[in-house]
């Protein structure tokens, strides 16, 4: 199984957004700049891979949007994102893996989460442990990981981390 782990785009600014009425953070929503630039990084991620077989967002406002651009991007290869509460910012890591290997043993499943539960994933899948993170995934990073739903954690193998800016860079060449 191939699994992409993506943070979402650039939302708003918390506390600017706190002070403007109250809403919970959960509602904070991408900003354009945040928006414009999530739907290039999208853009060059279809020039390295040909679609998603499934897509699973946080419930939160900017996880969901950033879904959508992803969805987007691979239409009509990317199904409708799908919400689950194991991918909000307090989530435990196994709970969402043993959920993912136990409901959803596919070729290609794209996450996308918050700091600092995508690092902590991340790191345990590669580790076993959910110590220190060996990763801090900038807004819109992606990393791709081979699953074996066999192993346990510590057995996933990192093909590749790309940043916003080279996501970026790939829709232009």
Request: proline share 8%; charged share 25%.
């Amino acid at each position: 199984m191939e699994l992409l782990v993506v943070r979402h785009a650039i939302a708003e600014d918390r506390e600017r957004y706190a002070r403007s009425g109250g809403a919970p953070d959960s509602n904070r929503p991408l900003t354009p700049r945040g928006r414009q630039r999530m739907r290039s990084a999208a853009r060059g991620l279809t020039r390295i891979m040909d679609g998603i077989d499934l897509l699973i967002t946080s419930p939160y406002s900017r996880a969901r949007e950033t879904a959508d651009i992803l969805a987007r991007a691979f239409t009509p290869r990317s199904p409708e994102p799908m919400l689950s509460d194991l991918l909000v910012p307090d989530a435990e890591e196994d709970a969402l893996y043993q959920w993912l290997i136990r409901e959803h043993p596919i070729r290609r499943i794209a996450l996308v989460g918050h700091e600092p539960h995508v690092s902590r994933f991340v790191t345990w899948l590669l580790t076993g442990r959910t110590t220190d993170s060996i990763f801090r995934f900038k807004k819109g990073a992606i990393a791709s990981l081979d699953i074996d739903p066999g192993l346990p954690a510590g057995y996933a193998v990192l093909r590749w981390y790309l940043t916003p800016r080279q996501l970026r860079s790939l829709d232009t060449q």
